[in-house]
């Protein structure tokens, strides 16, 4: 596609895990939602591929799906919105009025890293034909008379839904295409590329012919396996055979027995015949069928299912792929060529291996109807319920002598549980002839406690969670069996009714939610859009494709591609770094490595230094290097296939050094921590120690983070050829600092680099440091070939080498009164902070000044220490810290409260700031009556007591399913704590023509900085926003930027536009008053005539804050954001999922500038911060490799993450004298809301572990993953799992 020029189709992940590459595919009805990064060109022989370009234009018209999205406020940094589109679309063309359900389903294969999805699904909404309002009444429906405040996309804003027309261009494609596949779509094809051969055979015998020439050929049909193993896994195929378009593959029949489906039948064709079967057959005839219906339901995205195929997926032989343990439970059978199989654990060989003869081919899958005295049911639990392969799955089957419930016979399969599908035979066969009951559930606990049992260093880890899952999938099976058999009258076995509950899977649902906010006064001037919720500015280019991302841009002529080359050691000597095998590769141009740095090998900050590529240390010592992912060397080609293949090919021999180590803990052992150590300190912590009533110790551990912007680290580097200049198209928060690395590292002054940032896709703190680096690499490429140097970081590589949030872990003594008023707290904060310095220091002070939150403390101790480990270095991510610092003191509360046996919102209230001149631990003072306010907003409008109390009731009522509620307040200092960075700089434009451009040193990642500011330069200048346009923010117009970051960059940016637009408006002055009735226009031109300069600068000096770590004093902050949140959420006890069920946010943003804006940053960053605390989980191996490298092991929240009531009320009548129009910074603030999740969690994990008889504390880290939180919930069948001391074996992955 870049070849055509259609950029619209975003590239996150390259292996079908994020859906920005979503296109619709149509060959026959129905037309389809692929991942374009899946599919081969050569595949697309006969179908038509609509891009989002091919739907709707800014030039032309809009889509109704492109205009709804982006005025619903549904992208932010726009990475994802073609995909969105691309999924809303198809699904349109196929149901032109869908359901809620339809929706929800179409995006399950999209992921969206700045929304948290609520405002695509509201925009989408609009389509299913009930009324033009946002539906975001209760439970979806009309919400517009819900008063002014309520922010409602609906009727002038979102065009009505009869503007959704089929256009004739694609009905005529249509038809094109059923006629050519009546004809059978024509003979053999292949197409040769330069490494391999593709064969798409006409038809079955060719097939078999072609087969048989070529046993080695894989089948790819949907490539969803093949494709990836080729990407990621190194896989050679130099011929591959297309069958695709064999219509004998394709068939569906129906007959007695059961039915057959053709072998390269999509996932989403099965599944639709199958959801058609269960709504006409009697359920006891579909009970497979409904079982695969389940499982189909949450396998994968709704483009990976229109894809792969039924075939694919067993032949694939994954153990983590779901159809095959329950396929092989209900007696499935395989048709080949040659003989019918059965599908059970004969069939595979091994991981990714079957017993299947090289050349034989899969026809079809028979799976057949279930008889009255048979039950079925399949179980799969994933990381995320949506979207994400399985961590163990199973298939059951169990058949009763007629009448009775007497086993007949039992076919249990589990998934997930090694490198082939596991049938538990003696378990199965020890039942056989037992009744259905208590005694049975007993023996077979037993007799698969010792099947499932695996060894600690089991392949993939979590090992005894694998083996409880086992237990408990069986646990519930029974208990699903009990049910059936008592409404057919038979069994004797008792299931109490608090049991029920744990037998309903969890729904997912699309977001509702209510947002409200202070509408701005009447009086204001309806041309004023300050206060006002305006879409952001590039909304619909971002919807229509047209937004250009660094890599959207053209080649420029003669552009190379530079690949890096990583240390795959974490502390060693390199002994030989071999690059000629790579340079031999066609198209490889030059290898990069230290010494090809003309300036400066270092990237420079505050004093700490890091070097761009490892070097020696002195001139007589060999390379070494720190860090798994540590940059050694780059290198250069023509393409950047030919640079990824030219890096693979370089050899390294590294000789290992000791010390080595990773994690926390063993950082404390070694001693080995960064400076500065930090501490603040408030009052007399020991002497208060003595004065309590009761003292309690404990830490918190809180893993870390990866940024996923949906975008990857990149940048343009083209040298001007004169003079040393060039130039850098990159995705950077801080171009000024890009600038300045990219100009020490060549060696040419700054005033020669220009980097220009049209945009990011996201970068949530992560694109500034990492990126100068890269950028400097870039850059010395570039200086050494003297032509275009293009880099691109592929996910893998980017997740490997940038990092992300720190690892956090909090030791803490708290000394607190009966009534849970804490007098006394001493905290120890460690972090990771990697291999070096970068801005871990900051991040750990951010903490310190972060650990009152909103408690006043009076005797309060921090210290603060970075530990340096061998793990690539930890960088900047929203909220800097704060949301660790803060949750340490959360967590200090929740147990406070515990151990008191008092409620968390009454302790939480006893301990909160309330003085109207009230002081920080630090010293700063603050008025606390808005965070105050918000908490009890937040109380009020959740309705938190009678929802207390029905959680207490639901939870004495479900014995396998429990709930927790969670409230916090928040005080989140906004600002740089360096108070030099507290500066903003901005240039206004004025052109003849009236037309006004402004510039400003921000860079728009999603944020809606631009927007903002030229809300504020229409207010000042009296134009429309139309008027008004921000190109890109360019080192060359607005020099020495602050990095947009600090939750900083609309307070800085918006004042220094207003002063730049305030500076023109009084050069303007007297024209108007001397024509007061002119236009702007005719204003413009006489103050040219009259050689009035229509250019200024403007500038925002910000508050010179500091903090005087000696005496444990400081302004750190320009002021406070405040908020409050309260969450609930109910979780399965036997399987460790869990569901958030609503969430309610007050916060304080002063007077918003926009409420769409800055609701969409809480509610993104809520969501975040849901991934952070509850299911993102980075894994790394024993020596340091990171092994979470790409969506589809990362998961960051989905759409079925997302609470169905997520309701965000911004506080009225709130002031900020402080920031731009009574404004306050919002980015990163409500990351931290997402531990309201963690602690309702843990609250309903201490409800489950007193059914144990388990009353005392209990520790739990974040994330609060389904391991964790199934292994917190101790009962019966955790006690029955064999567990292995820790450091008695080498894990799979370690916690860092
Ligand atoms: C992002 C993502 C998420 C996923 N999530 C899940 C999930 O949650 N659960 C799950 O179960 N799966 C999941 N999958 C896996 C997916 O279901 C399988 O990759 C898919 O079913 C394979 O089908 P395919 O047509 O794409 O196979 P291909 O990649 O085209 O081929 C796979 C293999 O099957 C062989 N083969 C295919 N057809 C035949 C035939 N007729 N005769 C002989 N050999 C044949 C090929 O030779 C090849 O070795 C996911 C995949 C992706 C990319
Ligand atoms: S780029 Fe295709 S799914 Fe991510
Ligand atoms: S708007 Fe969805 S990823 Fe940024």
């Known amino acids: 596609m870049s070849a055509a020029r259609l950029t619209g189709t975003k590239y996150g992940c390259g292996s079908g895990g994020c859906g920005a590459c979503t296109v619709m595919l149509s060959r026959y009805d129905p037309h389809c939602s692929a991942n374009a990064c899946l599919l081969p060109v050569v595949s697309l022989h006969g179908a038509a591929v609509v891009t989002v370009e091919g739907i709707g234009s800014t030039k032309t018209k809009l889509h109704p799906v492109q205009e709804r999205i982006a005025k619903a406020h549904g992208s932010q940094c726009g990475f994802c919105t073609p995909g969105m589109v691309m999924s809303m679309y198809t699904l349109l063309r196929n149901q032109p009025q869908p359901s809620l359900e339809d ?121 969803t396996n093949v494709g990836p193993n080729m990407m990621f896994k190194g896989d050679v195929h130099p011929l591959i055979i297309s069958p695709g378009s064999v219509m004998e593959l394709h068939t569906v029949s129906w007959g007695k027995k059961g039915v057959t489906f053709g072998s390269a039948c999509s996932l989403s064709e099965v599944k639709e015949e199958l959801q058609g079967a269960v709504g006409r057959l009697d359920p006891e005839e579909s009970r497979v069928f409904q079982a695969l219906l389940n499982t189909l339901r949450c396998l994968a995205g709704k483009q990976i299912r229109n894809m792969a195929t039924v075939g694919g997926n067993i032949l694939s032989a994954d153990p ?50 279930s008889q009255p005295w048979e039950f079925v049911s399949a179980f799969r639990q994933a990381q995320r319920r949506e979207f994400a392969f399985s961590i163990v799955n199973a298939g059951m089957k169990v058949v009763f002598k007629e009448g009775t419930d007497t086993v007949q016979s039992l076919s249990i399969f589990y998934g997930g549980m090694g ?48 083996s409880i899952l086992s237990l408990s999938f069986f646990f519930k099976f029974y208990m699903q069996v009990v049910q059936e058999l008592r409404e057919k009258g038979v069994g004797v076995a008792d299931l109490p009714l608090e049991y029920l509950s744990a037998l309903k899977p969890f729904k997912n649902e699309v977001p509702q939610g209510h947002q409200t906010f202070q509408m701005v006064s009447e009086i204001q001037s309806s041309k004023d859009p300050v206060g006002r919720p305006r879409v952001h500015i590039a909304a619909f280019q971002q919807a229509t494709g047209e937004a250009k991302y660094y890599d959207d841009l ?38 990069l490595s230290a010494r090809d740095v003309p300036g400066q090998n270092r990237r420079l900050w505050f004093n700490n230094t890091e070097e761009l590529f490892a070097e020696e240390e002195c001139t007589f010592r060999p390379l070494q290097v720190c860090c798994v992912g540590q940059i050694i060397g780059a290198v250069v080609a023509e393409s950047r296939e030919q640079a990824k293949r030219a890096a693979e090919r370089v050899r390294v021999t590294y000789d290992d050094l000791s010390p080595v180590f990773f994690t926390i803990e063993e950082a404390i052992q070694h001693q080995s921590f960064f400076n500065p150590k930090r501490k603040l300190e408030r009052g007399n912590v020991d002497e208060a120690f003595g004065k309590v009533d009761r003292i309690l110790e404990g830490e918190m551990y809180m893993g870390g983070q990866e940024h996923f912007y949906m975008e990857t680290q990149g940048l343009i580097a083209v040298p001007r050829g004169e003079d040393g200049e060039m130039d850098l198209y990159v995705a950077t928060q801080h171009a000024a600092f890009t600038q300045e690395v990219v100009g020490h590292t060549l060696g040419v002054d700054s005033n020669k680099i220009t980097c220009h940032v049209k945009r990011l896709g996201g970068g949530f703190g992560g694109k500034v440091m990492k990126i100068a680096s890269l950028s400097a690499i870039a850059a010395t490429a570039a200086y050494k070939t003297g032509r275009a140097v293009r880099c691109v970081l592929d996910r893998g590589d980017d997740m490997l080498i940038t990092s992300g949030r720190h690892p956090f872990l909090g030791k803490y003594k708290v000394g607190f009164m009966n009534d849970g008023t804490i007098l006394a707290a001493d905290i120890t904060y460690y972090s990771n902070g990697g291999s070096t310095l970068d801005e871990s220091s900051f991040i750990m002070e951010k903490a310190l000044l972060h650990m009152d939150n909103g408690y006043k403390i009076p005797n309060l101790r921090g210290h603060g220490l970075v530990c340096k480990t061998h793990l690539p270095s930890y960088t900047a991510f929203r909220g800097f810290g704060g949301p660790q610092g803060l949750t340490i003191i959360e967590s200090i509360l929740h147990e406070v409260a515990a151990e008191c046996g008092l409620p968390a919102e009454e302790v939480r209230a006893v301990n909160m700031y309330s003085e109207e001149e009230s002081y920080t631990h630090h ?49 989140f200092g906004i600002g740089f704590s360096k108070g030099f960075y507290n500066q903003g700089a901005a240039l206004v434009n004025i052109y003849k023509d009236g037309s006004v451009l402004v510039s400003h040193g921000g860079t728009e990642m999603g944020q809606g900085i631009n927007t903002k500011a030229v809300q504020i330069a229409s207010r000042i200048l009296g134009v429309p926003m139309s008027s008004i346009h921000i190109k890109e923010t360019c080192t060359g117009n607005v020099p020495n930027a602050a990095p947009s970051a600090a939750s900083f960059g609309t307070d800085a940016v918006g004042m220094a536009v207003k002063d730049a637009c305030e500076k023109l408006m009084k050069r303007l002055e007297p024209v108007m008053k001397a024509y007061p009735k002119w236009t702007w226009s005719q204003w413009i031109v006489e103050a040219y005539c009259q050689k009035i300069s229509l250019s200024a600068t403007g500038f925002f000096m910000g508050p010179h804050t500091s903090v005087d770590w000696e005496k444990s004093e400081g302004a750190a902050y320009y002021y406070f954001t405040f908020g409050a949140c309260c969450s609930e959420v109910e979780i399965d006890c036997l399987t460790g999922d869990h569901k958030n069920i609503r969430t309610d946010i007050v916060m304080d943003v002063g007077k918003s500038l926009n409420p769409a804006l800055d609701v969409g940053q809480v509610e993104g960053g809520f969501v975040q911060g849901l991934g952070l605390y509850t299911i993102e989980e980075l894994q790394f191996s024993p020596d340091g490799a990171l092994r979470t490298r790409g969506p589809n092991q990362y998961k960051i929240p989905a759409l079925c993450d997302i609470p169905p009531q997520l309701n ?80 008695s074996f080498t894990p799979w992955a370690i916690n860092v």
């Open 103 to 223: 929706i929800r389903e179409a995006l399950t294969g999209n992921l969206c890293r700045c929304t948290g999805y609520r405002p695509i699904v509201d925009g989408f909404k609009t389509f299913c034909g009930v009324s033009e309002c946002c539906q975001n009444g209760e439970s979806g429906k009309n919400c517009c008379g819900g008063g002014p405040s309520t922010l409602c996309n609906g009727s002038s804003d979102v065009s009505q839904t009869s503007a959704f027309r089929k256009t004739v261009q694609t009905l005529v494609l249509h038809l094109h295409f059923q006629l050519m596949l009546q004809k059978g779509g024509g003979g053999r094809l292949c197409f040769q590329g330069n490494r391999v051969k593709w064969f798409s055979p006409a038809d079955l015998s060719d097939l078999l012919e072609l087969r048989a020439a070529h046993p080695n050929a894989p089948l790819v049909v949907g490539n």
């Open 419 to 466: 490198p082939t599908l596991l049938r538990v035979k003696r378990t199965c066969e020890g039942l056989v002839g037992m009744s259905w009951n208590e005694g049975l559930l007993e023996e077979a606990c037993r007799l698969l406690a010792e099947e499932v049992a695996l060894p600690p260093t089991a392949h993939g880890g979590k090992t005894e969670f694998r």
């Open 320 to 369: 983590k792929y779901d159809l095959s343990c329950i396929l092989a439970a209900a007696d499935c059978t395989l048709q080949l060529v040659s003989k019918e199989v059965p599908l059970n654990e004969k069939f595979f060989a091994g991981f990714g291996r079957t017993h299947l003869r090289a050349d034989e081919v899969l026809l079809s899958l028979h799976i057949p109807r």
């Open 923 to 971: 010293r700063q003072p603050f008025c606390p009556r808005d965070m105050v306010r918000c908490w009890d907003e937040c109380l009020e409008k959740s309705d938190y007591s009678s929802r207390r109390l029905a959680v207490q009731h639901f939870n004495a009522t479900n014995r396998w399913r429990k709930r927790g509620i969670c409230a916090v307040p928040l005080k």
């Open 1208 to 1287: 965000v009320h911004l506080l009225a009548d709130s002031q900020n004298p402080n920031a731009i129009y009574s404004s306050k910074g919002i980015g990163e603030p409500p990351v931290f809301f997402g531990c309201t999740l963690f602690f309702a969690i843990k609250e309903a994990i201490a409800a489950a572990r007193r059914e144990s008889g388990l009353n005392g504390r209990f520790a739990l880290s974040s994330p609060a993953t389904v391991e964790k939180i199934r292994m917190a919930c101790v009962d019966r069948f955790t006690e029955m799992v064999c567990f292995t001391k820790p450091g």
């Open 554 to 591: 053209p080649a420029v002529s003669g552009e190379l591609f530079v690949f890096m080359v990583t240390s795959t050691r974490a502390h060693a000597k390199i002994i030989s770094m071999d690059f000629s095998e790579a340079l031999r590769v066609p198209g490889a141009v030059t290898f």
